[in-house]
């Protein structure tokens, strides 16, 4: 397995990574502990650290972070089935390709987290504004690769599988859906990441609960250590999402080819 690593220069990668990280830890305690940033903005690493263990041994966390996952499986799941849907029907159209694939592109442009005010008066300030801005954000890239994705397959071969008397169930599921898989698997990732940074940043404007509510009240309160002990575990949370995502699109990579 090492010598696979080695030629394939993943453990190289890894110790690059690894070296970032330690690099940017050293940087931020160098910074605190020689006065260059005051603590009352950057607490030194070690008292971070500290309220991020007592977080995690303590599972404190596990009633905000519950909340802030729901709303994610809820506007992930809208993000996707819908942005699927309707990148499978403009792309069956070489016209609406024209037509809405830069309208698209064009509306994924504008900052939509600006509107969440909006949200919040059409959906309450509870989990309903932070799903449907969650959802609305995802769409984007989602639809957005299924389009790039099915509207690009070779012609030939969707005019092979016509000749031969495919129906249009069959060209989707054999020809369409595994040449466009990986590219529509990477904008569902995109989708996936982007809803919950979305998400985190709508509890941290308007909320009652959830990890980024959290953040938002110990920042409040001038208790920074534990501000960043949360600020770690939602990155935690983050890297984490992105890596399954990631094995997942991988995966279907390589079952596509």
């Not at 959802?135 to 969707?158: D, E």
């Not at 980024?212 to 999402?241: D, K, N, Q, T």
Request: with cysteine; net charge positive; hydrophobic share 55%.
């Amino acid at each position: 397995m090492l010598r696979g690593w080695l030629r394939s220069g993943a453990l190289y990668q890894r110790a690059t990574q690894l070296g970032f990280i330690l690099a940017c830890g050293f940087a931020w305690n160098w910074a605190v502990t020689n006065n260059h940033v005051s603590k009352l903005i950057l607490p030194p690493l070690p008292a971070v650290w500290t309220q991020f263990s007592k977080l995690i041994m303590s599972g404190r966390f596990w009633p905000d972070l519950s909340v802030t996952l729901t709303e994610l499986v809820f506007a992930f799941s809208i993000a996707a089935i819908l942005g699927c849907l309707i990148g499978y029907l403009v792309s069956r159209s070489a016209y609406a390709v024209r037509v809405f694939d830069p309208l698209l592109a064009g509306l994924y442009s504008v900052p939509t987290i600006l509107l969440y005010p909006l949200y919040v008066l059409f959906f309450g300030i509870g989990g309903g504004s932070k799903i449907a801005i969650g959802a609305t954000i995802a769409f984007f890239p989602v639809v957005l690769s299924t389009i790039a994705g099915l509207a690009n397959v070779n012609r030939l071969l969707i005019s092979s599988a016509r000749s031969m008397g495919a129906s249009d169930l069959q060209l989707f599921f054999r020809v369409l859906l595994p040449a466009a898989f990986p590219v529509v698997l990477a904008g569902l990732r995109l989708g996936l990441v982007i809803s919950l940074l979305s998400i985190l940043g709508a509890e941290t404007i308007a909320s009652f609960e959830g990890v980024g509510h959290r953040i938002v009240s110990y920042a409040e309160s001038m208790e920074i250590a534990p501000m960043f002990a949360w600020v770690f575990l939602a990155i935690l949370v983050a890297w984490v999402l992105n890596g399954i995502a990631s094995s997942v699109e991988a995966r279907g990579r390589k079952g596509a080819e």
